[in-house]
Protein backbone atom coordinates (compact mmCIF):
# COMPACT_ATOMS: atom_id res chain seq x y z
CA UNK A 1 0.00 0.00 0.00
CA UNK A 2 1.54 3.57 -0.65
CA UNK A 3 2.60 6.17 2.11
CA UNK A 4 -0.52 8.44 2.10
CA UNK A 5 1.89 11.30 3.37
CA UNK A 6 3.61 10.44 -0.10
CA UNK A 7 0.70 11.24 -1.48
CA UNK A 8 -0.14 14.46 -0.17
CA UNK A 9 3.45 15.73 -0.19
CA UNK A 10 4.40 14.29 -3.78
CA UNK A 11 1.49 14.53 -5.60
CA UNK A 12 2.93 15.55 -8.90
CA UNK A 13 5.70 12.94 -8.66
CA UNK A 14 2.90 10.06 -7.41
CA UNK A 15 0.60 10.58 -10.40
CA UNK A 16 3.69 10.45 -12.88
CA UNK A 17 4.79 7.24 -11.85
CA UNK A 18 1.16 5.70 -11.11
CA UNK A 19 0.42 6.78 -14.65
CA UNK A 20 3.34 4.49 -16.15
CA UNK A 21 1.17 2.21 -14.63
CA UNK A 22 -1.80 3.22 -16.32
CA UNK A 23 -3.44 4.54 -13.03
CA UNK A 24 -6.24 6.91 -13.79
CA UNK A 25 -5.72 10.36 -12.71
CA UNK A 26 -9.56 9.95 -11.21
CA UNK A 27 -8.71 7.24 -8.93
CA UNK A 28 -5.64 8.97 -7.59
CA UNK A 29 -7.85 12.57 -7.28
CA UNK A 30 -10.13 10.18 -5.27
CA UNK A 31 -8.16 9.21 -2.88
CA UNK A 32 -6.89 12.86 -2.54
CA UNK A 33 -10.61 14.04 -1.70
CA UNK A 34 -11.36 11.25 0.33
CA UNK A 35 -8.15 12.17 2.49
CA UNK A 36 -9.43 15.64 2.63
CA UNK A 37 -12.59 15.33 3.64
CA UNK A 38 -11.63 12.32 6.36
CA UNK A 39 -9.56 14.71 7.76
CA UNK A 40 -11.69 17.99 8.05
CA UNK A 41 -13.89 15.32 9.98
CA UNK A 42 -11.01 14.53 12.38
CA UNK A 43 -10.07 17.76 12.78
CA UNK A 44 -13.92 18.73 13.49
CA UNK A 45 -14.25 15.90 16.15
CA UNK A 46 -10.98 17.01 18.05
CA UNK A 47 -12.11 20.57 18.10
CA UNK A 48 -15.59 19.71 19.76
CA UNK A 49 -13.87 17.40 22.00
CA UNK A 50 -11.67 20.22 22.88
CA UNK A 51 -14.71 22.24 23.28
CA UNK A 52 -16.65 19.36 25.23
CA UNK A 53 -13.63 19.08 28.06
CA UNK A 54 -13.38 23.14 28.23
CA UNK A 55 -16.90 22.63 28.97
CA UNK A 56 -16.51 20.41 31.82
CA UNK A 57 -13.91 21.96 33.68
CA UNK A 58 -16.59 24.97 33.61
CA UNK A 59 -19.11 23.09 34.92
CA UNK A 60 -16.80 22.00 37.95
CA UNK A 61 -16.22 25.96 38.38
CA UNK A 62 -19.85 26.78 38.26
CA UNK A 63 -20.81 24.17 40.85
CA UNK A 64 -17.75 26.05 43.09
CA UNK A 65 -19.71 28.75 42.56
CA UNK A 66 -23.27 27.97 43.26
CA UNK A 67 -23.82 28.73 39.31
CA UNK A 68 -26.44 27.06 37.26
CA UNK A 69 -24.78 24.56 35.08
CA UNK A 70 -27.86 23.38 33.35
CA UNK A 71 -26.97 25.54 29.86
CA UNK A 72 -23.41 23.75 30.20
CA UNK A 73 -24.88 20.20 30.44
CA UNK A 74 -27.36 21.02 27.45
CA UNK A 75 -24.48 22.50 25.41
CA UNK A 76 -22.48 19.37 26.36
CA UNK A 77 -24.85 17.27 25.00
CA UNK A 78 -25.63 18.36 21.54
CA UNK A 79 -21.71 18.25 21.09
CA UNK A 80 -21.65 14.56 22.27
CA UNK A 81 -24.54 13.83 19.68
CA UNK A 82 -22.74 16.00 17.01
CA UNK A 83 -19.74 13.73 17.61
CA UNK A 84 -21.39 10.60 16.99
CA UNK A 85 -22.75 11.83 14.31
CA UNK A 86 -19.66 13.03 12.46
CA UNK A 87 -17.86 9.64 13.79
CA UNK A 88 -19.92 7.66 12.00
CA UNK A 89 -18.52 10.11 8.88
CA UNK A 90 -15.17 9.92 9.68
CA UNK A 91 -15.56 6.41 9.89
CA UNK A 92 -16.91 5.92 6.43
CA UNK A 93 -14.58 8.28 4.66
CA UNK A 94 -11.89 6.25 6.36
CA UNK A 95 -12.89 3.15 5.42
CA UNK A 96 -13.16 4.56 1.79
CA UNK A 97 -10.03 5.48 1.21
CA UNK A 98 -8.89 2.79 2.74
CA UNK A 99 -10.15 0.35 0.24
CA UNK A 100 -9.40 2.93 -2.11
CA UNK A 101 -5.88 2.73 -1.70
CA UNK A 102 -5.95 -1.04 -1.75
CA UNK A 103 -6.89 -1.20 -5.22
CA UNK A 104 -3.61 1.21 -6.04
CA UNK A 105 -0.24 -0.44 -7.56
CA UNK A 106 2.49 0.38 -6.10
CA UNK A 107 4.82 3.25 -7.61
CA UNK A 108 7.75 1.70 -10.52
CA UNK A 109 11.12 2.76 -9.79
CA UNK A 110 11.87 5.12 -12.19
CA UNK A 111 14.25 2.63 -13.82
CA UNK A 112 11.54 0.73 -15.66
CA UNK A 113 11.08 0.47 -18.64
CA UNK A 114 7.68 2.44 -19.75
CA UNK A 115 5.54 1.00 -22.05
CA UNK A 116 1.50 -1.65 -22.09
CA UNK A 117 2.90 -4.84 -22.50
CA UNK A 118 6.12 -7.38 -22.57
CA UNK A 119 7.23 -5.74 -25.67
CA UNK A 120 8.72 -2.64 -23.74
CA UNK A 121 10.74 -5.03 -21.41
CA UNK A 122 14.45 -4.45 -21.66
CA UNK A 123 16.60 -7.26 -22.22
CA UNK A 124 19.63 -6.84 -19.41
CA UNK A 125 21.84 -9.80 -20.42
CA UNK A 126 22.09 -13.54 -21.76
CA UNK A 127 23.96 -16.99 -20.77
CA UNK A 128 24.47 -19.60 -22.36
CA UNK A 129 24.42 -21.40 -25.61
CA UNK A 130 20.97 -22.40 -27.55
CA UNK A 131 21.22 -26.10 -28.79
CA UNK A 132 21.15 -26.91 -32.29
CA UNK A 133 19.71 -29.98 -33.34
CA UNK A 134 20.06 -31.73 -36.68
CA UNK A 135 16.53 -33.05 -35.84
CA UNK A 136 12.92 -31.04 -35.28
CA UNK A 137 12.76 -30.43 -31.56
CA UNK A 138 10.14 -31.93 -30.08
CA UNK A 139 7.84 -30.26 -27.39
CA UNK A 140 8.04 -31.55 -23.43
CA UNK A 141 4.43 -32.40 -23.82
CA UNK A 142 5.14 -35.05 -26.59
CA UNK A 143 8.36 -35.88 -25.09
CA UNK A 144 7.02 -36.71 -21.83
CA UNK A 145 4.60 -38.87 -22.87
CA UNK A 146 6.53 -40.65 -25.88
CA UNK A 147 8.54 -41.86 -22.57
CA UNK A 148 6.53 -42.46 -20.14
CA UNK A 149 7.32 -39.73 -17.95
CA UNK A 150 4.15 -37.11 -18.21
CA UNK A 151 0.64 -38.30 -18.27
CA UNK A 152 -1.68 -35.39 -18.92
CA UNK A 153 -4.77 -37.72 -19.81
CA UNK A 154 -4.77 -39.03 -16.40
CA UNK A 155 -4.38 -35.53 -14.28
CA UNK A 156 -7.91 -34.95 -16.69
CA UNK A 157 -9.27 -37.36 -16.14
CA UNK A 158 -8.95 -36.93 -12.00
CA UNK A 159 -8.57 -33.40 -12.28
CA UNK A 160 -9.25 -31.87 -15.34
CA UNK A 161 -7.53 -29.63 -17.72
CA UNK A 162 -4.15 -28.34 -16.76
CA UNK A 163 -2.78 -30.95 -14.63
CA UNK A 164 0.07 -33.39 -14.82
CA UNK A 165 0.79 -36.35 -13.55
CA UNK A 166 4.48 -37.52 -13.40
CA UNK A 167 5.54 -41.44 -13.20
CA UNK A 168 8.45 -43.09 -13.16
CA UNK A 169 11.73 -41.05 -13.18
CA UNK A 170 10.05 -38.22 -14.40
CA UNK A 171 8.43 -38.00 -11.06
CA UNK A 172 12.14 -38.83 -9.41
CA UNK A 173 13.54 -35.61 -11.49
CA UNK A 174 10.63 -33.25 -10.17
CA UNK A 175 11.83 -34.11 -6.69
CA UNK A 176 15.62 -34.13 -7.38
CA UNK A 177 15.46 -30.61 -8.78
CA UNK A 178 13.40 -29.12 -5.62
CA UNK A 179 15.76 -31.29 -3.42
CA UNK A 180 18.93 -29.58 -5.26
CA UNK A 181 17.46 -26.32 -5.30
CA UNK A 182 17.27 -26.44 -1.80
CA UNK A 183 20.12 -27.39 -1.08
CA UNK A 184 21.99 -24.60 -3.67
CA UNK A 185 20.14 -21.97 -2.07
CA UNK A 186 20.62 -23.16 1.99
CA UNK A 187 24.23 -23.96 1.66
CA UNK A 188 25.59 -21.62 -1.43
CA UNK A 189 23.46 -18.72 -1.26
CA UNK A 190 22.77 -18.33 2.58
CA UNK A 191 18.72 -19.13 2.75
CA UNK A 192 17.04 -20.12 5.77
CA UNK A 193 14.61 -23.05 4.67
CA UNK A 194 11.03 -23.44 5.87
CA UNK A 195 8.28 -24.95 5.32
CA UNK A 196 5.16 -22.76 5.87
CA UNK A 197 1.32 -23.84 5.81
CA UNK A 198 0.00 -24.40 2.36
CA UNK A 199 -3.85 -22.94 3.38
CA UNK A 200 -3.85 -19.13 4.46
CA UNK A 201 -5.99 -16.24 5.68
CA UNK A 202 -7.39 -13.34 3.57
CA UNK A 203 -5.12 -11.53 5.85
CA UNK A 204 -2.27 -13.23 4.66
CA UNK A 205 -3.60 -12.19 0.62
CA UNK A 206 -3.59 -8.58 1.81
CA UNK A 207 -0.26 -8.61 2.83
CA UNK A 208 1.46 -9.08 -0.12
CA UNK A 209 -0.99 -7.82 -2.39
CA UNK A 210 -2.87 -10.53 -3.67
CA UNK A 211 -6.50 -9.28 -1.97
CA UNK A 212 -8.56 -8.07 -2.66
CA UNK A 213 -7.64 -6.75 -6.43
CA UNK A 214 -6.85 -10.57 -7.62
CA UNK A 215 -9.84 -12.84 -5.79
CA UNK A 216 -10.67 -14.77 -9.14
CA UNK A 217 -6.52 -15.78 -9.46
CA UNK A 218 -7.13 -17.81 -6.40
CA UNK A 219 -8.51 -20.49 -5.02
CA UNK A 220 -10.83 -20.35 -1.94
CA UNK A 221 -11.97 -23.43 0.47
CA UNK A 222 -15.65 -23.50 0.82
CA UNK A 223 -15.64 -24.43 4.13
CA UNK A 224 -13.71 -21.94 5.98
CA UNK A 225 -12.15 -18.49 5.71
CA UNK A 226 -8.85 -20.28 4.02
CA UNK A 227 -7.21 -19.93 0.60
CA UNK A 228 -4.70 -22.20 -1.67
CA UNK A 229 -1.62 -20.76 -1.71
CA UNK A 230 -0.68 -19.18 -5.39
CA UNK A 231 2.86 -19.01 -4.30
CA UNK A 232 5.12 -19.08 -1.10
CA UNK A 233 5.55 -15.88 -1.40
CA UNK A 234 2.54 -15.18 1.12
CA UNK A 235 2.96 -17.38 3.98
CA UNK A 236 6.78 -16.90 4.53
CA UNK A 237 6.33 -12.83 3.69
CA UNK A 238 3.66 -13.26 6.51
CA UNK A 239 6.24 -14.75 8.99
CA UNK A 240 6.63 -11.70 10.42
CA UNK A 241 3.47 -9.62 10.17
CA UNK A 242 2.50 -7.39 13.22
CA UNK A 243 6.29 -7.25 14.15
CA UNK A 244 8.86 -4.50 14.32
CA UNK A 245 12.69 -6.33 13.72
CA UNK A 246 15.77 -5.13 14.54
CA UNK A 247 18.19 -3.38 12.00
CA UNK A 248 20.92 -6.13 12.62
CA UNK A 249 18.36 -8.66 11.70
CA UNK A 250 18.48 -7.13 8.41
CA UNK A 251 18.23 -8.23 5.89
CA UNK A 252 16.77 -12.01 6.76
CA UNK A 253 16.35 -14.42 3.74
CA UNK A 254 14.25 -17.47 3.35
CA UNK A 255 13.83 -20.17 0.60
CA UNK A 256 10.35 -22.44 0.86
CA UNK A 257 9.43 -25.05 -1.52
CA UNK A 258 6.02 -25.08 -1.90
CA UNK A 259 3.10 -26.39 -4.14
CA UNK A 260 1.12 -23.46 -5.90
CA UNK A 261 -2.54 -23.54 -6.72
CA UNK A 262 -3.46 -20.82 -9.17
CA UNK A 263 -6.93 -20.53 -11.29
CA UNK A 264 -5.65 -18.76 -14.02
CA UNK A 265 -8.58 -16.68 -14.47
CA UNK A 266 -8.88 -14.58 -17.89
CA UNK A 267 -6.18 -17.08 -19.24
CA UNK A 268 -8.17 -19.26 -21.58
CA UNK A 269 -6.67 -20.01 -24.80
CA UNK A 270 -3.39 -19.37 -23.75
CA UNK A 271 -0.32 -22.56 -22.96
CA UNK A 272 -3.54 -24.75 -22.47
CA UNK A 273 -1.31 -28.01 -23.78
CA UNK A 274 1.74 -29.06 -21.59
CA UNK A 275 3.20 -27.11 -18.01
CA UNK A 276 3.30 -23.63 -18.81
CA UNK A 277 -0.06 -22.95 -17.22
CA UNK A 278 -1.35 -24.92 -14.77
CA UNK A 279 -3.37 -25.08 -11.85
CA UNK A 280 -1.17 -26.36 -9.56
CA UNK A 281 2.11 -27.03 -9.71
CA UNK A 282 5.57 -26.84 -7.35
CA UNK A 283 8.00 -23.73 -7.16
CA UNK A 284 11.28 -23.32 -4.79
CA UNK A 285 10.64 -19.59 -3.74
CA UNK A 286 13.26 -16.98 -2.38
CA UNK A 287 12.17 -14.34 0.41
CA UNK A 288 14.11 -11.51 1.68
CA UNK A 289 13.27 -8.73 4.35
CA UNK A 290 15.94 -5.93 3.70
CA UNK A 291 16.54 -2.64 4.62
CA UNK A 292 15.91 -0.05 2.96
CA UNK A 293 18.88 1.50 2.15
CA UNK A 294 20.08 -2.07 0.49
CA UNK A 295 16.99 -3.40 -0.73
CA UNK A 296 17.73 -3.16 -4.70
CA UNK A 297 21.73 -4.43 -3.80
CA UNK A 298 19.85 -7.54 -2.67
CA UNK A 299 17.24 -8.08 -5.40
CA UNK A 300 20.72 -7.87 -7.58
CA UNK A 301 21.90 -10.66 -5.52
CA UNK A 302 18.53 -12.40 -4.79
CA UNK A 303 18.52 -12.74 -9.08
CA UNK A 304 22.14 -13.91 -9.77
CA UNK A 305 21.01 -16.94 -6.70
CA UNK A 306 18.36 -17.36 -9.21
CA UNK A 307 20.54 -17.63 -12.30
CA UNK A 308 22.91 -20.10 -10.38
CA UNK A 309 20.25 -22.75 -10.76
CA UNK A 310 20.08 -22.47 -14.23
CA UNK A 311 23.50 -22.04 -14.79
CA UNK A 312 24.16 -24.85 -12.69
CA UNK A 313 21.74 -26.74 -15.04
CA UNK A 314 23.15 -25.63 -17.89
CA UNK A 315 20.09 -23.71 -19.57
CA UNK A 316 20.45 -21.02 -21.72
CA UNK A 317 18.47 -17.72 -20.43
CA UNK A 318 17.60 -14.28 -20.36
CA UNK A 319 17.29 -11.69 -18.12
CA UNK A 320 14.87 -8.88 -19.17
CA UNK A 321 13.50 -5.79 -16.79
CA UNK A 322 9.54 -6.03 -16.85
CA UNK A 323 7.98 -2.84 -18.28
CA UNK A 324 5.58 -0.78 -16.38
CA UNK A 325 2.29 -2.39 -18.38
CA UNK A 326 3.85 -6.31 -17.50
CA UNK A 327 4.95 -5.94 -14.17
CA UNK A 328 2.98 -6.86 -11.07
CA UNK A 329 0.24 -5.04 -9.08
CA UNK A 330 2.69 -4.88 -6.20
CA UNK A 331 6.57 -4.65 -7.35
CA UNK A 332 8.74 -1.71 -8.40
CA UNK A 333 10.84 -3.22 -10.34
CA UNK A 334 10.93 -6.99 -11.31
CA UNK A 335 13.29 -8.74 -13.29
CA UNK A 336 12.24 -11.92 -15.40
CA UNK A 337 14.41 -14.84 -15.98
CA UNK A 338 13.27 -16.29 -19.01
CA UNK A 339 14.95 -20.07 -20.46
CA UNK A 340 14.48 -21.28 -23.82
CA UNK A 341 12.58 -23.38 -25.46
CA UNK A 342 13.54 -25.21 -28.40
CA UNK A 343 9.78 -26.26 -29.56
CA UNK A 344 8.80 -22.67 -29.26
CA UNK A 345 11.93 -21.14 -30.55
CA UNK A 346 11.77 -18.59 -27.75
CA UNK A 347 12.74 -17.55 -24.11
CA UNK A 348 9.75 -18.13 -21.48
CA UNK A 349 9.65 -17.15 -18.43
CA UNK A 350 10.87 -19.17 -15.19
CA UNK A 351 11.13 -16.82 -12.49
CA UNK A 352 10.46 -12.90 -11.65
CA UNK A 353 12.61 -11.35 -9.29
CA UNK A 354 11.06 -8.26 -7.14
CA UNK A 355 11.47 -5.44 -4.91
CA UNK A 356 8.10 -4.59 -3.73
CA UNK A 357 10.01 -1.79 -1.80
CA UNK A 358 7.62 -0.70 1.25
CA UNK A 359 4.69 -1.76 -0.75
CA UNK A 360 3.77 -5.25 1.34
CA UNK A 361 5.40 -4.28 4.62
CA UNK A 362 2.79 -1.10 4.96
CA UNK A 363 0.20 -3.47 4.57
CA UNK A 364 1.76 -6.87 6.27
CA UNK A 365 2.75 -4.28 9.02
CA UNK A 366 6.05 -5.35 9.07
CA UNK A 367 8.67 -3.01 10.85
CA UNK A 368 12.24 -2.17 11.85
CA UNK A 369 14.25 -0.43 14.71
CA UNK A 370 17.10 1.30 13.70
CA UNK A 371 20.14 1.14 15.64
CA UNK A 372 20.61 4.63 16.41
CA UNK A 373 17.17 4.85 17.71
CA UNK A 374 14.29 7.01 16.18
CA UNK A 375 10.98 5.78 14.74
CA UNK A 376 10.38 2.09 13.64
CA UNK A 377 10.47 1.93 9.88
CA UNK A 378 9.15 -0.15 7.25
CA UNK A 379 11.56 -3.00 5.72
CA UNK A 380 11.35 -3.28 2.47
CA UNK A 381 10.24 -6.86 1.04
CA UNK A 382 11.76 -8.80 -2.19
CA UNK A 383 10.99 -12.26 -3.66
CA UNK A 384 11.86 -14.61 -6.44
CA UNK A 385 11.41 -18.04 -8.32
CA UNK A 386 14.15 -20.31 -7.44
CA UNK A 387 12.74 -21.63 -9.80
CA UNK A 388 9.60 -22.83 -10.98
CA UNK A 389 10.34 -26.50 -10.94
CA UNK A 390 7.52 -28.05 -13.50
CA UNK A 391 8.99 -25.03 -15.91
CA UNK A 392 12.85 -26.57 -14.97
CA UNK A 393 11.66 -29.52 -16.25
CA UNK A 394 9.93 -28.36 -19.20
CA UNK A 395 13.53 -26.67 -20.27
CA UNK A 396 15.29 -29.62 -19.75
CA UNK A 397 13.06 -32.20 -21.62
CA UNK A 398 13.76 -29.87 -23.91
CA UNK A 399 17.02 -28.71 -23.89
CA UNK A 400 18.69 -31.75 -23.41
CA UNK A 401 16.44 -33.88 -25.60
CA UNK A 402 18.02 -36.28 -28.51
CA UNK A 403 17.01 -37.86 -31.88
CA UNK A 404 15.63 -41.08 -30.71
CA UNK A 405 13.47 -38.99 -28.08
CA UNK A 406 15.58 -39.70 -25.02
CA UNK A 407 16.67 -37.13 -23.04
CA UNK A 408 20.00 -36.47 -21.34
CA UNK A 409 19.88 -35.13 -17.76
CA UNK A 410 21.89 -32.93 -16.65
CA UNK A 411 25.34 -33.73 -14.49
CA UNK A 412 24.91 -32.26 -11.44
CA UNK A 413 21.41 -33.79 -11.02
CA UNK A 414 22.64 -37.53 -11.62
CA UNK A 415 23.53 -37.70 -8.44
CA UNK A 416 20.12 -37.46 -6.73
CA UNK A 417 19.04 -39.99 -9.40
CA UNK A 418 21.04 -42.53 -8.44
CA UNK A 419 23.11 -42.34 -11.55
CA UNK A 420 21.12 -42.23 -14.29
CA UNK A 421 22.64 -40.40 -17.07
CA UNK A 422 19.18 -40.49 -19.58
CA UNK A 423 15.76 -41.01 -19.79
CA UNK A 424 15.24 -43.20 -22.03
CA UNK A 425 11.56 -44.93 -22.96
CA UNK A 426 10.82 -47.80 -20.85
Request: glycine share 6%; net charge negative; proline share 4%.
Amino acid sequence: MIDIQRLRNNKEEVVELLSRKGVPLELIDRVYTLDEQWRAKTIEVEQLKARKNSLSKEIGKYKRENKDTLQLFQEIEKISKSIEEIEVIEKQLEDELKSTLLVIPNTPNPDVPVGKDETANREEKKWGDIPIFDFEPKSHDELGEKLGILDFASAAKISGARFVVYKRIGAALERALITFMIDVHTRENGYVEVLPPYLVKAEALFGTGNLPKFENDLFKVNNGDFYLIPTAEVPVTNLHRDEILTEDDLPISYCAFTPCFRSEAGSYGKDTKGMIRQHQFHKVELVKFSHPDNSYNDLEKLTKDAEKILEYLGLPYRRVTLSTGDMSFSSAKTYDLEVWLPSQNTYREISSCSNFEDFQARRAHIRFKPKGGGKARFVHTLNGSGLAVGRTVVAILENYQQKDGSVVIPEILRKYLGGIEVIEKV
